[in-house]
Structures are given as C-alpha cells and as structure tokens.
C-alpha cells in the first residue's frame, strides 16, 4: 500500500466537515497534561473522547481556551470541547464558546466526574447545584445559573473519609474499573445523542431505570 493509499483510506475514515451554525455546545470537564489522562477527575473528557472515536472527528483545534472539534449530532452541528484551564477554570472557555456563537445555556451538555456514582454509572439532570465539583462550580458561577444540563459520570468514593479528595479524583482507575468507565462513557455518549435530540427526558428515564433496575437485582439476591 502506497501512502497515498493511507491518505485515502484515513480520508475515508473521517467524518465530513459540518457546516451551518453551532447549535450545541458538548464540554468535556479534565485537566490538561499527560499526567492526568486516566484518573477519575478526567472522565469527562474521556467521555468526548469516546465521542470522537464513534463519530470519527478530532478534537485538536485550539480554540476558546480548549482543544476542540466539529461533529454532526441528529443533523445538529455540535462543538466539543476539552477545556484547556485546568478544571478550575472550566467556565472560562465555555462562556466564551458560549458568547461566540450565542448558545444558550439549555444548549451546553457538561460531562465530569461524580464521587457519589459507583463506576459505571451515570445520572443525568438539566439543571442542579454544583454538588462540591470545581468544574461545574466554575461553569454556573460564570454563567450565572445552575440550568446547566449534565451528565454526571460515576467514578466511585473515596475509600474512607479521611482519605484526601484530591489525590483521589488525581489518581488512575484501578483494572477492575476500566471495563466499567468504557461502558459508561459509551451510554454517556448515547445520552449526548439524545439530549441533542431533545429528548433529555429519555435519556435521563434510560440511565436512572437501568440504575433503579441493577437496586433491585441487587435487593432480590440479599
């Protein structure tokens, strides 16, 4: 195979350039760096990246304090987004992705890191307090509201109280939850699909009655 037969093929691959008007925007909450790619604070951006992969786009334009990318959603054209601030400061680069192409705030999709989820699942909402998480606490303070949607990724607690919660969202999976957080980010991403499609309530229907239903398994068998 020649190289321009790798070119092709990669072309191929890709997925076609969107056009028209933003419509949504899909933020990835992380930090940035190589030492933070597989902890648990970084699931929001493992989500977008799962994202990616399924629709074939990069996200590697430097743009609004983020790396970021251009996918179609349910004929809807979506920028996604890995802030570039550190968690933070999250909502630096989302109100200016927000004030550029005039997105309203029922139209930002914020996936992070929840420490009251066991791994693997998630929770869904359309708006909420902070909930303790800097990233999301920098989004609503800089916006100035909580109607934030979310998609709120389990990572599991900490393992005792007076473990440090730093050092815990900072640091890996362990291999027994690896499988658990591929298979969340990918329902994550169908719950992008189908908030984009405007059906937040299904989505949140979905995921909490797959969570309601694993109770009460759990409840016939004690």
């Known amino acids: 195979m020649s190289i ?17 008007p933003v419509e949504y925007i899909i933020v990835g909450l992380g930090n940035p760096g190589a030492q933070y790619e597989n902890t648990r604070h970084n ?9 990616a992969a399924k629709y074939k786009f990069d996200i590697k334009k430097l743009k609004f304090k983020s790396l ?9 054209r979506c920028l996604v987004m890995k802030p570039s601030t550190f968690m933070n400061n999250s909502g630096e680069a989302v ?3 927000m004030n550029f192409y005039k997105i309203p705030i029922e139209n930002v999709i914020v996936c992070y890191d929840d420490i009251s989820l066991e791994p693997g699942k998630l929770r869904i909402r359309r708006k909420g307090s902070d909930g303790g998480h800097n990233g999301i606490k920098s989004i609503i ?12 990724i389990g990572v599991g607690a900490k393992p005792s109280m007076d473990y440090d919660l730093a050092n815990w969202v900072l640091g890996n999976f362990p291999s027994e939850d690896i499988p658990k957080m591929h298979e969340s980010t990918e329902h994550a991403c169908e719950a992008i699909e189908l908030m984009v ?11 909490y009655g797959e969570e309601r239903q694993a109770e009460n398994e759990q409840l016939t068998f004690r």
């Open 197 to 207: 499609m405007g059906e937040a309530d299904m989505a949140m229907n979905l995921f």
């Open 141 to 152: 303070y800089l916006t100035g509201s909580q109607d934030v949607p979310r998609i709120k």
């Open 95 to 97: 109100v200016e992705a």
């Open 4 to 20: 321009f037969d790798v070119f092709e093929q990669l072309n191929k691959n890709k997925a076609p350039e969107p056009t028209g």
């Open 43 to 51: 699931a929001g951006f493992m989500t977008v990246d799962t994202l």
């Open 68 to 76: 970021t990318g251009d996918v179609v959603i349910a004929g809807k």
